[in-house]
T-cell receptor, first 115, second 111 residues
Framework: DSGVTQTPKHLITATGQRVTLRCSPR?????VYWYQQSLDQGLQFLIQ???????AKGNILERFSAQQFPDLHSELNLSSLELGDSALYFC??????????????FGPGTRLTVL | GQQVMQIPQYQHVQEGEDFTTYCNSS?????IQWYKQRPGGHPVFLIQ?????EVKKQKRLTFQFGEAKKNSSLHITATQTTDVGTYFC???????????FGTGTLLAVQP
């Protein structure tokens, strides 16, 4: 158990819909990262928040957005869903903002299926 | 953009055989991290290497960082069924030093 929690575990929805994925980082970790893992794309970094502020952006689509709240939990919002958005979405956390230099602790993931 | 490639993509071994996965970056890395993802699980941090030519061992696992800091390897001696999973290397890249994950190597171990 990494200490990072994600809900829901599974999500099945239809194209065009909007969903929200939730993540609670490890106690004491200020940085939260979101990743998308699909079979043909590997682990793709989406976005990072540090202490409530956006820190870095990766290959995140405009239909996707995220935020980190004062209690440090984070939400990833996916809208106008397409079939290709079906993937495993991981949240990870670390103590420091220097994401390339610190061990990241991953949550169990949310498996999104878009029908 | 920066790319981190791993070979092989897939390796199937008999239990007791050795296994090696290689990681190559298109740019010099300040450090390299290795993660393991069991089937159906999430990536779990294994180790971080920082110095050129650094070698670290964890029981049967040996990690190496190349002299030029552009490549790395993970060697498992005498594999066990518990070693099954995908091994990812990852290094910082881009303007914000985001962690770029390698393509991963899936290890299957036959008992």
């Amino acid at each position: 158990d990494s200490g990072v929690t994600q809900t829901p575990k599974h999500l099945i929805t239809a194209t065009g819909q909007r969903v929200t994925l939730r993540c609670s980082p490890r106690s004491g970790d200020l940085s939260v990262y979101w990743y998308q893992q699909s079979l043909d794309q590997g682990l793709q970094f989406l976005i990072q928040y540090y202490n409530g502020e956006e820190r870095a952006k990766g290959n995140i689509l405009e239909r996707f957005s995220a935020q980190q709240f004062p209690d440090l939990h984070s939400e990833l919002n996916l809208s106008s869903l397409e079939l290709g958005d079906s993937a495993l979405y991981f949240c990870a956390s670390s103590v420091d903002p220097g994401q390339g230099y610190n061990e990241q602790f991953f949550g169990p993931g949310t498996r999104l299926t878009v029908l | 953009g920066q790319q981190v490639m791993q070979i092989p993509q897939y390796q199937h071994v008999q239990e007791g055989e050795d296994f090696t996965t290689y990681c190559n970056s298109s740019t010099t890395l300040s450090n390299i991290q290795w993660y393991k993802q069991r089937p159906g699980g999430h990536p779990v941090f294994l180790i971080q290497l920082v110095k050129s030519g650094e070698v670290k061992k964890q029981k049967r696992l040996t990690f190496q960082f190349g002299e030029a800091k552009k490549n790395s390897s993970l060697h498992i001696t005498a594999t066990q069924t518990t070693d099954v999973g995908t091994y990812f290397c990852a290094g910082p890249g881009g303007a914000t030093n985001k962690l770029i994950f390698g393509t991963g190597t899936l290890l299957a171990v036959q008992p």
